[in-house]
């Protein structure tokens, strides 16, 4: 076997060792997003359960924190322009006056710390 070939094999074997860690990085946050999601939602249903008179609070805060708002071209650039901090779901929700789901949400996001291991090798 000449040189030739195995830089020809080293390189395809960690091109594909590359692009394979690559998709399983990208499922694993996915995963991650998805669980998280489910977690807040479910957490959501809990506490509406809890407080069935704050049900459109709930549905405010899961309108205006939780669900992404699409721009348009112009928006876009105009939002990419600005200097402005984004904004997180606790503050979103506190600036909604959903102060106790906002408590619920958060300890659902801290339920979700712990990762599964090829993400959590990247969390630490």
């Known amino acids: 076997m000449s040189l030739r070939n195995v830089i020809r094999k080293a390189s395809k074997f960690f091109l594909i060792a590359s692009v394979g860690t690559v998709l399983v990085f990208a499922g694993q946050v996915g995963q991650y997003m998805v669980s998280t999601k489910d977690a807040r939602m479910h957490t959501i249903a809990l506490w509406n359960?809890?407080?069935p008179n704050n049900t459109a609070i709930s549905q405010q805060f899961i309108n205006n924190c939780l669900t992404p708002k699409k721009l348009e071209e112009g928006e876009l650039k105009e939002q990419l322009s600005r200097e402005t901090k984004a904004i997180s779901v606790y503050d979103c929700g506190n600036n909604l006056g959903a102060e106790s789901l906002v408590t619920a949400i958060r300890k659902s996001?801290?339920?979700?710390?712990?990762l599964a291991w090829p993400l959590s090798v990247f969390a630490d």
């Open 49 to 51: 359960e809890q407080n």
């Open 109 to 114: 996001d801290d339920s979700m710390s712990s």
